[in-house]
T-cell receptor
């Protein structure tokens, strides 16, 4: 069963705008990761945030984690056409398995 | 260095046939994972290898699915007597061994798209 759930399911924005997507999960985690997937193929790891961290940045990406609400957000600033992809959050509990949500599909319009 | 590679990229088979999917992990990654992604869905965990042993096979959907790993490197996922519901993208990932409660980043291959007719 899926642990994380992304919201919204789909997002369409203009190039240059920011994109924000959220992830909620059910059980306690060690860390949460965000992945990007282009054209339904391999996943690219974007960022990992540990359960004792609240915010993390990587380039144009900003991730927050609120363990009290069991939620995380991914913000992509100044979006580009190349950011068009599906974005997944993945959580791990006390083992090595990653549990993925169904993803948010982001379309960046030129 | 080279990333995770998988072969074939695409596989079309007839219902009832057996298929073998191959994963070549990143050199030095002792942990290897197989996931399945059905159309428009997230990833479903199938099996985890640490070295050549599979301590967790809990995600395999039926006894038609099996996997092995030899030499602590290449892994093969075998689906016997394929069914139409097996159609999906099969993704392999590798990582450094999980240390304590810290999950190491999993690096994914491009996947094998399986279509069972």
């Amino acid at each position: 069963s899926q642990q994380g759930e992304e919201d919204p399911q789909a997002l369409s924005i203009q190039e240059g705008e920011n994109a924000t997507m959220n992830c909620s999960y059910k059980t306690s985690i060690n860390n949460l990761q965000w992945y990007r997937q282009n054209s339904g193929r391999g996943l690219v790891h974007l960022i990992l945030i540990r359960s004792n961290e609240r915010e993390k940045h990587s380039g144009r990406l900003r991730v927050t984690l609120d363990t009290s609400k069991k939620s995380s957000s991914l913000l992509i600033t100044a979006s580009r056409a190349a950011d068009t992809a599906s974005y997944f959050c993945a959580t791990d509990g006390n083992d090595y398995k990653l549990s993925f949500g169904a993803g948010t599909t982001v379309t960046v319009r030129a | 260095g080279a990333g995770v590679s998988q072969s074939p990229s695409n596989k079309v088979t007839e219902k009832g046939k057996d298929v073998e999917l191959r994963c070549d992990p990143i050199s030095g990654h002792t942990a290897l994972y197989w996931y399945r992604q059905s159309l428009g869905q997230g990833l479903e965990f199938l099996i985890y290898f640490q070295g050549n042993s599979a301590p967790d096979k809990s995600g395999l959907p039926s006894d038609r699915f099996s996997a092995e790993r030899t030499g602590g490197s290449v892994s093969t996922l075998t689906i016997q007597r394929t069914q139409q519901e097996d159609s999906a993208v099969y993704l392999c990932a590798s990582s450094l061994p999980p240390s304590g409660s810290d999950q190491e980043t999993q690096y994914f291959g491009p996947g094998t798209r399986l279509l069972v007719l």
